[in-house]
T-cell receptor, first 117, second 116 residues
Framework: GAVVSQHPSWVICKSGTSVKIECRSL??????MFWYRQFPKQSLMLMAT?????????EQGVEKDKFLINHASLTLSTLTVTSAHPEDSSFYIC?????????????FGPGTRLTVT | AQSVTQLDSHVSVSEGTPVLLRCNYS??????LFWYVQHPNKGLQLLLK??????LVKGINGFEAEFKKSETSFHLTKPSAHMSDAAEYFC??????????????FGTGTQLKVEL
């Protein structure tokens, strides 16, 4: 089946610094990728939807200047958390969808645990 | 608006006994419903999906779920649990949102523990 990877799997950074998380589709081309955030004991919340070659669409309440998303190729999307603060500590999960698939058919990455100290 | 409620945050069963993970949904439109499983350090994997066809849906690894509109439920079941079933399970709902495509709404998850 289709595989999506994320790198790094976990990262610790200091408050005020920026951190980049990569999401790759390993054996398929993904025209659309999604970024989710998961707090402990809570459900996944969609942050943004990115389409290759165009600007990401952010969900209400998500700061686009803080969570920079780039989807420059059909196999790679990146999420950069800028000027990170402890409240940004969370589990970030990406997913990817193949061209022609139903909008709800997404393949998920294993997630990245971000801790801001 | 749409939402799902997973009624149990933790479920513990003995190996070989039935599994029941409960999910209730709320949706303004005809929903599509899914169950995903997440093993440690692995991506979420689709177990099964309901998209307005047969109300009893069979998935992978012996799991199945029944869509009951009158009860707004989509409970996940398996006749006999296996140790490898221990994982986090998410109930998910979506429907067609005008101009926005399908958006997945996740439940809070149920941690399944399988004991010898």
């Amino acid at each position: 089946g289709a595989v999506v990877s994320q790198h790094p799997s976990w990262v610790i950074c200091k408050s005020g610094t920026s951190v980049k998380i990569e999401c790759r589709s390993l054996d398929f081309q993904a025209t659309t990728m999604f970024w989710y955030r998961q707090f402990p004991k809570q459900s996944l919340m969609l942050m943004a939807t990115s389409n290759e070659g165009s600007k990401a669409t952010y969900e209400q309440g998500v700061e686009k200047d803080k969570f920079l998303i780039n989807h420059a190729s059909l196999t790679l999307s990146t999420l950069t958390v800028t000027s990170a603060h402890p409240e940004d500590s969370s589990f970030y999960i990406c997913s990817a969808r193949e061209p022609g698939r139903a909008p709800s058919e997404q393949y998920f990455g294993p997630g990245t645990r971000l801790t801001v100290t | 608006a749409q939402s799902v409620t997973q009624l149990d945050s933790h479920v513990s069963v003995s190996e070989g006994t039935p599994v029941l993970l409960r999910c209730n949904y709320s949706s303004s439109y005809s929903p599509s419903l899914f169950w995903y499983v997440q093993h440690p350090n692995k991506g979420l994997q689709l177990l099964l999906k309901y998209t307005s066809a047969a109300t009893l849906v069979k998935g992978i690894n012996g799991f199945e779920a029944e869509f009951k509109k009158s009860e707004t439920s989509f409970h996940l079941t398996k006749p006999s649990a296996h140790m490898s079933d221990a994982a986090e399970y998410f109930c998910v709902v979506t429907n067609l949102i005008t101009g926005g495509g399908n958006k997945l709404t996740f439940g809070t998850g149920t941690q399944l523990k399988v004991e010898l």
